[in-house]
Protein backbone atom coordinates (compact mmCIF):
# COMPACT_ATOMS: atom_id res chain seq x y z
CA UNK A 1 0.00 0.00 0.00
CA UNK A 2 3.08 2.24 0.17
CA UNK A 3 3.31 1.61 -3.75
CA UNK A 4 7.54 1.39 -3.31
CA UNK A 5 8.13 3.82 -0.80
CA UNK A 6 9.44 3.39 2.48
CA UNK A 7 7.54 5.47 3.88
CA UNK A 8 3.43 6.74 3.67
CA UNK A 9 5.05 10.33 4.32
CA UNK A 10 6.93 10.37 1.01
CA UNK A 11 4.60 8.54 -0.82
CA UNK A 12 2.48 11.14 0.13
CA UNK A 13 4.60 14.20 -0.83
CA UNK A 14 5.33 12.45 -3.82
CA UNK A 15 1.69 12.70 -5.08
CA UNK A 16 1.46 15.88 -4.78
CA UNK A 17 1.63 16.71 -8.46
CA UNK A 18 -1.49 14.36 -8.95
CA UNK A 19 -3.34 15.62 -5.88
CA UNK A 20 -2.90 19.42 -7.81
CA UNK A 21 -4.45 18.13 -10.65
CA UNK A 22 -7.18 16.94 -8.90
CA UNK A 23 -7.90 19.94 -6.52
CA UNK A 24 -7.88 22.53 -9.68
CA UNK A 25 -10.06 19.87 -11.50
CA UNK A 26 -13.33 21.78 -13.25
CA UNK A 27 -12.58 24.58 -10.74
CA UNK A 28 -10.69 27.01 -13.20
CA UNK A 29 -11.09 28.32 -16.63
CA UNK A 30 -8.77 30.17 -18.54
CA UNK A 31 -11.31 32.89 -19.10
CA UNK A 32 -14.14 34.82 -17.46
CA UNK A 33 -15.86 33.66 -15.08
CA UNK A 34 -12.24 32.27 -14.32
CA UNK A 35 -13.53 30.02 -10.89
CA UNK A 36 -15.96 27.92 -10.81
CA UNK A 37 -16.98 27.02 -7.03
CA UNK A 38 -20.56 25.28 -7.76
CA UNK A 39 -21.17 23.82 -4.70
CA UNK A 40 -20.80 26.95 -2.98
CA UNK A 41 -24.46 28.11 -1.64
CA UNK A 42 -22.88 31.77 -1.60
CA UNK A 43 -24.63 33.89 -4.07
CA UNK A 44 -23.19 36.88 -5.67
CA UNK A 45 -25.29 39.30 -3.44
CA UNK A 46 -24.20 37.19 -0.18
CA UNK A 47 -20.72 36.69 -1.18
CA UNK A 48 -20.47 40.99 -1.55
CA UNK A 49 -21.80 41.28 1.75
CA UNK A 50 -18.73 40.44 3.82
CA UNK A 51 -17.16 42.66 5.56
CA UNK A 52 -14.23 40.50 7.04
CA UNK A 53 -12.52 37.06 7.01
CA UNK A 54 -11.26 34.75 9.62
CA UNK A 55 -9.45 31.63 8.94
CA UNK A 56 -9.47 29.23 11.71
CA UNK A 57 -6.99 25.95 12.18
CA UNK A 58 -4.85 24.08 13.63
CA UNK A 59 -0.79 23.37 13.06
CA UNK A 60 -0.31 22.62 9.57
CA UNK A 61 -3.84 23.40 8.74
CA UNK A 62 -3.22 27.01 10.16
CA UNK A 63 0.01 27.53 8.27
CA UNK A 64 -2.45 27.36 4.85
CA UNK A 65 -4.75 29.49 6.82
CA UNK A 66 -2.07 32.17 7.17
CA UNK A 67 -1.79 31.95 3.03
CA UNK A 68 -5.02 32.08 2.39
CA UNK A 69 -5.57 35.68 4.71
CA UNK A 70 -2.66 36.63 2.63
CA UNK A 71 -4.33 35.75 -0.68
CA UNK A 72 -8.05 36.91 0.34
CA UNK A 73 -6.70 40.83 1.76
CA UNK A 74 -4.29 40.94 -1.75
CA UNK A 75 -7.22 39.67 -4.02
CA UNK A 76 -10.41 39.98 -2.21
CA UNK A 77 -9.24 43.29 -0.77
CA UNK A 78 -11.13 41.86 2.61
CA UNK A 79 -9.72 42.01 6.15
CA UNK A 80 -8.73 38.75 6.84
CA UNK A 81 -7.04 37.39 10.51
CA UNK A 82 -5.86 33.82 10.69
CA UNK A 83 -6.17 32.03 13.83
CA UNK A 84 -4.96 29.26 15.93
CA UNK A 85 -8.27 27.83 17.20
CA UNK A 86 -8.07 27.13 20.20
CA UNK A 87 -7.08 30.91 20.84
CA UNK A 88 -10.22 31.48 18.08
CA UNK A 89 -12.68 31.02 20.62
CA UNK A 90 -11.71 32.50 24.05
CA UNK A 91 -10.92 35.97 22.23
CA UNK A 92 -14.47 36.77 21.82
CA UNK A 93 -13.71 37.03 18.14
CA UNK A 94 -15.82 39.76 15.86
CA UNK A 95 -17.21 37.53 14.09
CA UNK A 96 -20.83 38.45 12.92
CA UNK A 97 -23.56 37.51 9.79
CA UNK A 98 -20.80 39.94 7.79
CA UNK A 99 -18.04 37.61 8.79
CA UNK A 100 -17.25 34.70 6.13
CA UNK A 101 -15.20 32.02 8.84
CA UNK A 102 -13.26 29.62 6.67
CA UNK A 103 -12.46 26.25 9.08
CA UNK A 104 -9.14 24.73 7.68
CA UNK A 105 -8.66 21.01 8.65
CA UNK A 106 -7.60 17.99 6.80
CA UNK A 107 -9.45 15.82 8.91
CA UNK A 108 -12.51 17.43 9.71
CA UNK A 109 -12.28 16.23 12.96
CA UNK A 110 -9.69 18.21 15.38
CA UNK A 111 -11.46 19.60 18.76
CA UNK A 112 -10.23 22.61 18.21
CA UNK A 113 -11.29 23.66 14.79
CA UNK A 114 -14.50 22.02 15.53
CA UNK A 115 -15.36 24.46 18.93
CA UNK A 116 -14.33 27.59 16.80
CA UNK A 117 -16.61 26.38 13.91
CA UNK A 118 -19.03 25.94 16.47
CA UNK A 119 -18.47 29.46 18.28
CA UNK A 120 -18.39 31.18 14.80
CA UNK A 121 -22.19 29.76 14.13
CA UNK A 122 -22.95 31.11 17.67
CA UNK A 123 -22.11 34.40 16.44
CA UNK A 124 -23.95 34.54 13.18
CA UNK A 125 -21.27 34.01 10.86
CA UNK A 126 -20.93 32.03 7.37
CA UNK A 127 -19.08 29.25 8.09
CA UNK A 128 -17.03 27.27 5.01
CA UNK A 129 -15.07 24.21 6.10
CA UNK A 130 -12.10 23.61 3.68
CA UNK A 131 -11.57 19.65 4.05
CA UNK A 132 -10.05 16.44 2.74
CA UNK A 133 -12.58 14.10 4.61
CA UNK A 134 -16.06 13.91 2.94
CA UNK A 135 -18.73 12.98 5.72
CA UNK A 136 -16.52 14.56 8.54
CA UNK A 137 -17.64 16.60 11.32
CA UNK A 138 -16.98 19.94 9.89
CA UNK A 139 -18.23 19.43 6.26
CA UNK A 140 -21.61 18.58 7.96
CA UNK A 141 -21.78 21.60 10.35
CA UNK A 142 -20.32 24.06 8.24
CA UNK A 143 -22.48 26.45 6.20
CA UNK A 144 -20.40 25.41 3.41
CA UNK A 145 -17.38 23.22 2.10
CA UNK A 146 -14.98 23.08 -0.14
CA UNK A 147 -13.13 19.74 -0.52
CA UNK A 148 -9.24 19.42 -1.27
CA UNK A 149 -9.50 16.05 -3.08
CA UNK A 150 -6.17 15.20 -1.49
CA UNK A 151 -7.11 11.62 -1.67
CA UNK A 152 -6.09 9.24 1.85
CA UNK A 153 -3.43 10.85 4.01
CA UNK A 154 -2.27 8.49 6.21
CA UNK A 155 0.86 9.62 7.39
CA UNK A 156 0.88 11.88 10.72
CA UNK A 157 2.85 14.86 9.34
CA UNK A 158 0.60 16.36 7.04
CA UNK A 159 1.99 17.17 2.80
CA UNK A 160 -0.86 16.61 0.35
CA UNK A 161 -3.42 17.88 2.63
CA UNK A 162 -1.31 21.23 3.38
CA UNK A 163 -0.67 21.75 -0.32
CA UNK A 164 -4.02 21.28 -1.75
CA UNK A 165 -5.38 23.36 1.38
CA UNK A 166 -3.36 26.22 -0.30
CA UNK A 167 -4.78 25.34 -3.66
CA UNK A 168 -8.59 25.76 -2.34
CA UNK A 169 -7.70 28.76 -1.02
CA UNK A 170 -6.10 30.53 -3.44
CA UNK A 171 -9.31 29.58 -5.80
CA UNK A 172 -11.43 30.60 -3.09
CA UNK A 173 -9.66 33.92 -3.39
CA UNK A 174 -9.82 34.63 -6.81
CA UNK A 175 -13.20 33.64 -6.59
CA UNK A 176 -13.96 36.10 -4.06
CA UNK A 177 -12.20 38.32 -6.12
CA UNK A 178 -13.92 38.51 -9.59
CA UNK A 179 -17.44 38.50 -7.77
CA UNK A 180 -16.37 41.47 -5.69
CA UNK A 181 -14.43 43.53 -8.96
CA UNK A 182 -11.44 43.84 -6.68
CA UNK A 183 -9.19 42.21 -9.63
CA UNK A 184 -8.90 43.19 -12.87
CA UNK A 185 -9.37 40.36 -15.44
CA UNK A 186 -5.50 40.87 -16.58
CA UNK A 187 -4.38 40.22 -13.33
CA UNK A 188 -6.43 37.25 -12.78
CA UNK A 189 -5.52 35.64 -15.86
CA UNK A 190 -1.39 34.95 -14.83
CA UNK A 191 -2.57 33.48 -11.46
CA UNK A 192 -4.90 31.24 -12.91
CA UNK A 193 -2.41 30.16 -15.46
CA UNK A 194 0.42 30.20 -13.10
CA UNK A 195 -2.12 27.75 -10.92
CA UNK A 196 -2.57 25.09 -14.06
CA UNK A 197 1.06 25.02 -14.10
CA UNK A 198 2.05 24.60 -10.73
CA UNK A 199 1.38 20.24 -10.57
CA UNK A 200 4.69 19.85 -13.30
CA UNK A 201 6.64 22.37 -11.18
CA UNK A 202 5.84 20.80 -8.11
CA UNK A 203 7.08 17.71 -9.95
CA UNK A 204 10.04 19.51 -11.53
CA UNK A 205 10.87 20.13 -7.57
CA UNK A 206 10.90 16.51 -6.33
CA UNK A 207 13.37 15.63 -8.98
CA UNK A 208 15.34 18.05 -6.86
CA UNK A 209 15.67 15.31 -3.96
CA UNK A 210 18.57 14.35 -3.73
CA UNK A 211 20.39 17.55 -3.01
CA UNK A 212 17.90 18.65 -0.06
CA UNK A 213 18.28 14.83 0.70
CA UNK A 214 22.37 15.67 0.87
CA UNK A 215 21.98 18.64 2.96
CA UNK A 216 19.45 16.89 5.31
CA UNK A 217 21.92 14.42 6.23
CA UNK A 218 24.15 16.83 7.12
CA UNK A 219 22.59 18.70 9.35
CA UNK A 220 20.90 15.34 10.70
CA UNK A 221 23.35 15.56 13.82
CA UNK A 222 22.11 19.22 14.74
CA UNK A 223 20.19 19.88 17.76
CA UNK A 224 18.46 23.38 16.45
CA UNK A 225 18.28 25.16 13.69
CA UNK A 226 16.62 28.52 11.71
CA UNK A 227 13.70 29.15 9.00
CA UNK A 228 13.69 32.68 7.99
CA UNK A 229 11.53 34.12 5.16
CA UNK A 230 9.40 37.26 4.95
CA UNK A 231 5.69 37.30 4.14
CA UNK A 232 4.66 34.61 2.53
CA UNK A 233 7.94 32.95 2.67
CA UNK A 234 7.70 33.45 6.83
CA UNK A 235 4.55 31.12 6.44
CA UNK A 236 6.15 28.87 4.53
CA UNK A 237 9.18 28.95 7.01
CA UNK A 238 6.66 28.22 10.21
CA UNK A 239 5.34 24.77 8.31
CA UNK A 240 8.88 23.71 7.55
CA UNK A 241 10.33 24.15 10.92
CA UNK A 242 6.78 22.58 12.19
CA UNK A 243 7.07 19.67 9.63
CA UNK A 244 11.22 18.62 10.84
CA UNK A 245 10.39 19.14 14.78
CA UNK A 246 7.47 17.12 14.18
CA UNK A 247 8.80 13.85 12.61
CA UNK A 248 13.11 14.34 13.19
CA UNK A 249 12.73 16.07 16.99
CA UNK A 250 15.52 18.41 15.77
CA UNK A 251 14.30 22.08 17.18
CA UNK A 252 13.39 24.66 14.87
CA UNK A 253 12.36 28.22 14.52
CA UNK A 254 10.90 29.82 12.15
CA UNK A 255 11.49 33.60 12.17
CA UNK A 256 9.99 36.88 10.17
CA UNK A 257 13.42 37.49 8.53
CA UNK A 258 13.18 41.07 9.66
CA UNK A 259 12.89 40.25 13.41
CA UNK A 260 15.95 37.85 13.51
CA UNK A 261 18.15 41.33 14.35
CA UNK A 262 15.41 42.11 17.35
CA UNK A 263 17.11 39.43 20.17
CA UNK A 264 17.17 36.16 18.04
CA UNK A 265 20.39 36.85 16.60
CA UNK A 266 22.31 36.27 19.56
CA UNK A 267 21.43 32.52 19.06
CA UNK A 268 23.46 32.68 15.58
CA UNK A 269 27.01 30.62 15.86
CA UNK A 270 29.57 29.70 14.61
CA UNK A 271 28.05 26.45 12.11
CA UNK A 272 24.22 27.22 12.89
CA UNK A 273 22.15 25.94 10.44
CA UNK A 274 19.80 28.20 8.15
CA UNK A 275 17.05 28.04 5.63
CA UNK A 276 16.77 31.00 4.53
CA UNK A 277 13.62 31.38 1.89
CA UNK A 278 13.52 34.05 -0.52
CA UNK A 279 11.23 33.33 -3.24
CA UNK A 280 9.29 37.05 -3.50
CA UNK A 281 10.85 39.34 -5.57
CA UNK A 282 9.72 42.50 -4.06
CA UNK A 283 11.23 41.55 -0.44
CA UNK A 284 14.81 39.79 -1.96
CA UNK A 285 17.26 42.12 -1.20
CA UNK A 286 15.47 43.18 2.17
CA UNK A 287 16.06 39.18 3.08
CA UNK A 288 19.31 39.09 1.53
CA UNK A 289 20.44 41.53 3.81
CA UNK A 290 19.35 39.64 6.99
CA UNK A 291 20.75 36.52 5.56
CA UNK A 292 24.10 38.00 5.23
CA UNK A 293 24.07 39.30 9.15
CA UNK A 294 23.78 35.65 10.21
CA UNK A 295 26.24 34.49 7.52
CA UNK A 296 28.66 36.84 9.03
CA UNK A 297 28.05 35.39 12.08
CA UNK A 298 28.90 31.87 11.06
CA UNK A 299 25.74 30.61 10.05
CA UNK A 300 25.37 27.91 7.84
CA UNK A 301 23.16 29.02 5.21
CA UNK A 302 20.52 26.52 2.58
CA UNK A 303 18.89 29.83 0.44
CA UNK A 304 15.55 28.63 -1.22
CA UNK A 305 15.15 31.10 -4.16
CA UNK A 306 12.64 31.48 -6.85
CA UNK A 307 14.01 32.03 -10.62
CA UNK A 308 16.00 34.51 -11.58
CA UNK A 309 17.04 35.44 -8.17
CA UNK A 310 20.34 36.57 -7.54
CA UNK A 311 22.17 34.98 -5.52
CA UNK A 312 21.34 34.48 -1.55
CA UNK A 313 24.22 32.15 -0.48
CA UNK A 314 26.57 29.72 -1.69
CA UNK A 315 24.17 26.36 -1.56
CA UNK A 316 21.07 27.06 -2.87
CA UNK A 317 18.25 25.51 -4.64
CA UNK A 318 15.83 27.44 -7.30
CA UNK A 319 13.05 26.47 -7.94
CA UNK A 320 10.54 26.85 -10.67
CA UNK A 321 9.34 30.28 -11.54
CA UNK A 322 5.87 31.08 -10.65
CA UNK A 323 3.34 33.58 -10.04
CA UNK A 324 4.69 35.19 -6.59
CA UNK A 325 1.99 34.55 -4.70
CA UNK A 326 1.76 30.56 -5.64
CA UNK A 327 5.31 30.06 -4.54
CA UNK A 328 4.40 28.69 -1.36
CA UNK A 329 2.64 25.79 -2.76
CA UNK A 330 6.29 24.97 -4.19
CA UNK A 331 8.82 26.11 -2.00
CA UNK A 332 7.00 24.29 0.72
CA UNK A 333 7.88 21.07 -1.22
CA UNK A 334 12.12 20.87 -0.73
CA UNK A 335 11.13 21.82 3.67
CA UNK A 336 8.84 18.39 3.32
CA UNK A 337 11.19 16.37 1.87
CA UNK A 338 14.15 18.14 4.18
CA UNK A 339 12.10 17.05 7.54
CA UNK A 340 11.94 13.76 6.01
CA UNK A 341 15.42 13.01 5.25
CA UNK A 342 16.54 14.13 8.49
CA UNK A 343 14.19 12.22 10.24
CA UNK A 344 14.92 9.12 8.26
CA UNK A 345 18.91 9.91 8.78
CA UNK A 346 17.93 10.05 12.19
CA UNK A 347 16.58 6.56 12.62
CA UNK A 348 12.56 7.77 13.54
CA UNK A 349 9.62 6.38 12.59
CA UNK A 350 8.82 8.58 10.15
CA UNK A 351 4.92 7.88 9.69
CA UNK A 352 4.31 7.59 13.68
CA UNK A 353 6.07 10.34 15.45
CA UNK A 354 6.07 9.90 19.42
CA UNK A 355 3.06 11.80 21.34
CA UNK A 356 1.16 12.66 17.87
CA UNK A 357 -1.93 11.25 16.56
CA UNK A 358 -3.41 11.59 13.09
CA UNK A 359 -6.19 13.30 14.22
CA UNK A 360 -6.62 15.29 17.54
CA UNK A 361 -9.77 14.75 19.48
CA UNK A 362 -9.63 16.21 22.27
CA UNK A 363 -9.48 20.43 23.27
C1 LIG B 1 1.29 18.54 11.22
C2 LIG B 1 -0.09 18.10 11.40
C3 LIG B 1 -0.94 18.80 12.40
C4 LIG B 1 -2.35 19.00 11.83
C5 LIG B 1 -3.30 19.58 12.89
C6 LIG B 1 -4.67 19.86 12.33
O1 LIG B 1 1.92 17.82 10.21
O2 LIG B 1 -0.52 17.20 10.73
O3 LIG B 1 -0.39 20.02 12.79
O4 LIG B 1 -2.27 19.84 10.72
O5 LIG B 1 -3.40 18.67 13.96
O6 LIG B 1 -5.27 18.70 11.81
P1 LIG B 1 -6.50 18.79 10.85
O7 LIG B 1 -6.05 19.46 9.59
O8 LIG B 1 -6.96 17.39 10.63
O9 LIG B 1 -7.54 19.65 11.54
Not at 182 to 197: F, M, N, S, Y
Not at 266 to 278: D, M, N, R, S
Request: with cysteine; charged share 25%; net charge negative.
Amino acid sequence: EKAGYDHFMLKEIYEQPKAYRDTLEGRLFPRYPWTYLPELSLTPERLKQFRNVHLVACGTAYHAGLVGKMAIERWARLPAEADVASEYRYRSPLASPETLVIVVSQSGETADTLAALREAKRRGAHTLAVTNVVGSTAAREADDVLFTRAGPEISVASTKAYTTQLLVLYVLALHLARVRGTLPDAEIEPVVRALGELPEQAESVLQQAGEIRGYAQEIASREHLFFLGRGLDFAVALEGSLKLKEISYIHSEAYAAGELKHGTLALIEEGTPIVALATQPELMSKTASNVREAMARGADVLGIVGAGSPSLSERQLTLPDTHPALMPAIAVVPLQLFAYYAAVARGYDVDKPRNLAKSVTVE
